[in-house]
T-cell receptor, first 115, second 111 residues
């Protein structure tokens, strides 16, 4: 069974540009969440999508956005990139069924460097 | 004050030692507790998952949750050099998919 797949794995962008990251969840999983990981702040929740709707949002500026497609695949976008956006962006998927405590699995992440 | 506190280490122990990793939290609504292992430049890998209080064992790993003290632990027995990684505790409330993470503890097992 394939895991959570994220693309691209590595990318370098210039300040002011925008970036789009993609995530394919585990087959059958309908919830996709995004996290930002930095050495200083650790892992921080960005947002969660379920059934193509944003269900929860973390404390990040509006430059960070996302969407989910009908096949549960998700994208996140960061506009007007800043140096501080350099981070590992992680996608997580879960089934999110009646048992809301179900397990959450992470992809390998997309390493974004802003120069 | 952070919702979840975890000693960042680094922690270095000899091969074969018992390792104890801990987190404390402040939000009494947390019901689900997880430990993830993250190797350098990799995504977090789920190690242990526990609901509410109690112990859970899986091979060399044991997870403990004490909700009365708001304290969770991960024990690694017979530690191996391949266990060298950053260990992250994470927790969430009922009905939510948002995980709140500790800072992670960097662990090195010396052969």
């Amino acid at each position: 069974k394939a895991g959570v797949t994220q693309t691209p794995r590595y990318l370098i962008k210039t300040r002011g540009q925008q970036v789009t990251l993609s995530c394919s969840p585990i087959s059958g999983h309908r919830s996709v969440s995004w996290y930002q990981q930095t050495p200083g702040q650790g892992l921080q929740f960005l947002f969660e999508y379920f059934s193509e709707t944003q269900r929860n949002k973390g404390n990040f500026p509006g430059r960070f956005s996302g969407r989910q497609f009908s096949n549960s695949r998700s994208e996140m976008n960061v506009s007007t990139l800043e140096l501080g956006d350099s981070a590992l962006y992680l996608c997580a998927s879960s089934f999110r069924g009646l048992d809301s405590g179900n397990t959450i699995y992470f992809g390998e992440g997309s390493w974004l460097t802003v120069v | 004050q952070k919702e979840v506190e975890q000693d960042p280490g680094p922690l270095s122990v000899p091969e074969g030692a018992i390792v104890s990793l801990n987190c404390t939290y402040s939000n009494s609504a947390f019901q689900y507790f997880m430990w993830y292992r993250q190797y350098s430049r990799k995504g977090p890998e789920l190690l242990m998952y526990t609901y509410s209080s109690g112990n859970k064992e899986d091979g060399r790993f044991t997870a403990q949750v004490d909700k009365s003290s708001k304290y969770i632990s991960l024990f690694i027995r017979d530690s191996q050099p391949s266990d060298s990684a950053t260990y992250l505790c994470a927790m969430k409330t009922e009905g939510a998919q948002k995980l709140v993470f500790g800072q992670g503890t960097r662990l090195t097992i010396n052969p």
